[in-house]
């Protein structure tokens, strides 16, 4: 299970990365610096407590996790 403040650091992460694309998207786009960087700041603000929450309910999910058992050494 991660921590809430490994999720939130991934989060920014990842964060950072899709709002240099998306900018950079909006800018190619239009031309327009104010307006991409508009649109980067709206799209990381929602997108980012989008992923957070969708990261703490995988947490929850144990599909494809392996269990592994304590070793125990007699």
Same mark, same amino acid.
């Given at each position: 299970?991660? @921590?809430?403040?490994?999720? /939130?650091? *991934? =989060? ?5 990365? =899709?709002?240099? /694309? #998306?900018?950079? !998207?909006? !800018? +190619?786009? @239009? +031309?327009?610096? *104010? &307006?991409? =960087? @508009?649109? +980067?700041?709206?799209? @990381? #603000? !929602? *997108? &980012? ?14 599909? +494809?996790?392996?269990? *592994? ?6």
């Amino acid at each position: 299970m991660e @921590t809430k403040k490994r999720s /939130i650091a *991934k =989060a920014i992460s990842w964060r950072i990365i =899709a709002t240099a /694309i #998306t900018s950079s !998207l909006a !800018l +190619g786009l @239009t +031309g327009e610096w *104010k &307006f991409a =960087a @508009t649109i +980067g700041l709206a799209d @990381t #603000t !929602l *997108k &980012f407590f989008i992923y957070f929450s969708h990261e703490r309910f995988w947490n929850r999910i144990t599909y +494809g996790r392996e269990v *592994k058992q304590p070793e125990y050494f007699i």
